[in-house]
């Protein structure tokens, strides 16, 4: 049971450029997050799914899209990268509201991404 | 334990001491509070967590205090190890709308000094 992986580990890109982060969770979860986290600061959200075909935005969207096309794997897009989104991005899933109603996110180890 | 910008609070604490982390929560509608350990280079590792209706959970090592009145939350290390050295960050549950979205606070950083 591998829990959350992400992939990469590290990417280091210049600005203007495009990548996708993945997220894969073998552990059925119903729900996925991305957040980031920069230096000495918490974890922000970005965007979220509920559900396969499902996403909503979170608490910091803007130049991020996602989508949800399978239940295992949630990705994060960059489309045009930006300084300011250099950062470590962290994935997580967890069991659907109501099963039972409250339940801890399990977290990957993360992507560190530079934008240079 | 509320981070400024780039200065983790920092709580130094000499191995086989008790710790105590606080974390100032800002919502009185918050219904699920969760702490996490984060070591260096990896994610956030689920400590315990504790629903709103009650005040004291205990786990292995660690108890997780709730005080509603005041909006706080303690997380309780009894006999610190070098390996507890992690940087601490409380969550709470605002939204109880779909998503069961976390707010995350600033972190504490704990040094075990041996």
């Known amino acids: 049971n591998a829990g959350v992986t992400q992939t990469p580990k590290f990417r280091v890109l210049k600005t203007g450029q495009s990548m996708t982060l993945l997220c894969a969770q073998d552990m059925n979860h119903e729900y996925m997050y991305w957040y980031r986290q920069d230096p000495g600061m918490g974890l922000r959200l970005i965007h979220y799914?509920?559900?396969?075909?499902?996403?909503a935005k979170g608490e910091v969207p803007d130049g991020y899209n996602v989508s949800r096309l399978k239940k295992q794997n949630f990705l994060l897009g960059l489309e045009s990268a930006a300084p300011s989104q250099t950062s470590v991005y962290f994935c997580?899933?967890?069991?659907?509201?109501?099963?039972?109603?409250?339940?801890?996110?399990?977290f990957g180890d993360g992507t560190r991404l530079s934008i240079l | 334990g509320e981070s400024v910008g780039l200065h983790l609070p920092t709580l130094s604490v000499q191995e086989g001491d008790n710790s105590i982390i606080n974390c100032a929560y800002s919502?009185?509608?918050?219904?699920?509070f969760i702490w996490y350990k984060q070591e260096s280079g990896k994610g956030p590792q689920f400590i315990i967590d504790i629903r709103s209706n009650m005040d004291k959970r205990q786990g292995q090592r660690v108890t997780v205090l709730l005080n509603k009145t005041v909006k706080h939350l303690s997380l309780q290390i009894a006999a610190t190890q070098p390996g507890d050295s992690a940087v601490y960050f409380c969550?709470?549950?605002?939204?109880?709308?779909?998503?069961?979205?976390?707010?995350f606070g600033g972190g504490t950083r704990v040094l075990v000094k041996p």
């Open positions: 919502n009185s509608a918050s219904d699920y």
């Open positions: 997580a899933s967890k069991p659907a509201q109501g099963a039972p109603s409250h339940q801890p996110q399990h």
């Open positions: 799914s509920v559900g396969e075909g499902t996403t």
């Open positions: 969550a709470e549950n605002r939204d109880k709308a779909a998503g069961n979205k976390l707010t």
